[in-house]
């Protein structure tokens, strides 16, 4: 199992970015997955993900600010960042899990973790 996350970069205050994590191994069909973030000297945080019924989940302090989707004839998920701003600058990642049934919020229930992908929002 692998997921890989692409999109990330040096973007300006206000635009938008659309951060990819792609899975082999296992289908997103079906699959819980989520969005995590971890800015520079902090804890990894959650932001977004979708339950295995494809609920999708966005967290409190995200909603508004975010789109969580998928493409699964890609087996691709997407988060979309509007508006960004400096305090988006972190490293995002994905990660899945096969056997989870519904979504969580606990980030050590989840079993595949991709690399990450690096976001600097400059002002």
Request: proline share 2%.
């Amino acid at each position: 199992v692998q997921l890989v996350e692409s999109g990330g970069g040096l973007v300006q205050t206000g635009e938008s970015l659309t951060l990819s994590c792609t899975a082999s191994g296992f289908a997103f069909d079906g699959t819980s997955m989520i969005w995590v973030r971890q800015a520079p000297g902090k804890q990894r945080g959650a932001v977004a993900g979708i339950g295995s019924d494809g609920t999708c989940h966005v967290a409190t302090s995200m909603k508004g600010g975010v789109t969580i989707s998928t493409d699964n004839a890609k087996n691709t998920a997407y988060l979309q960042i509007h508006n960004v701003k400096p305090e988006d600058t972190a490293a995002y990642y994905c990660a899945g899990d096969k056997e989870m049934f519904g979504f969580s919020w606990y980030l050590g229930a989840w079993t595949y973790w991709g690399q990450g992908t690096q976001v600097t929002v400059s002002s």
